[in-house]
């Protein structure tokens, strides 16, 4: 079992930036692909960035190419995500997971433990 917590959640106008990390417990975080989701209200989770364990490949929906940016530092098990020139329709709940199963980057199905959540609140 593997244990995920977000934090660096909030509230910022657009515009701004904020950094989320991902703590991971125990000592096989650097084996597994990490990646951020996001879910609003109403609508369902969704895929935002990826990072393959080594760092050497990066992956971005369409949406926050551009201003978000996925990086990892394994000697500390966690993982990032800069968000910047945030928008309103970033609002969410943020999650990281680690991808344990096969399957695509973007497909939630493929991640196999999930943290608990951080709000980001952007607005206009």
């Known amino acids: 079992q593997v244990q995920l917590v977000e934090s660096g959640g909030g509230l910022v106008q657009a515009g701004g930036s904020l950094r989320l990390s991902c703590a991971a417990s125990g000592r096989t975080f650097s084996s597994y692909t990490m990646g951020w989701f996001r879910q609003a209200p109403g609508k369902e989770r969704e895929f935002v960035a990826a990072?393959?364990?080594?760092?050497?490949?990066?992956y971005y929906a369409d949406s926050v190419k551009g201003r978000f940016t996925i990086s990892r530092d394994n000697a500390k098990n966690t993982v990032y995500l800069q968000m910047n020139s945030l928008k309103p329709e970033d609002t969410a709940v943020y999650y990281c997971?680690?991808?344990?199963?096969?399957?695509?980057?973007?497909?939630?199905?493929?991640?196999?433990?999930w943290g608990q959540g951080t709000q980001v609140t952007v607005s206009s």
């Open positions: 990072i393959s364990w080594s760092g050497d490949n990066t």
């Open positions: 997971a680690t991808k344990g199963l096969p399957g695509l980057v973007i497909s939630p199905g493929a991640y196999n433990y």
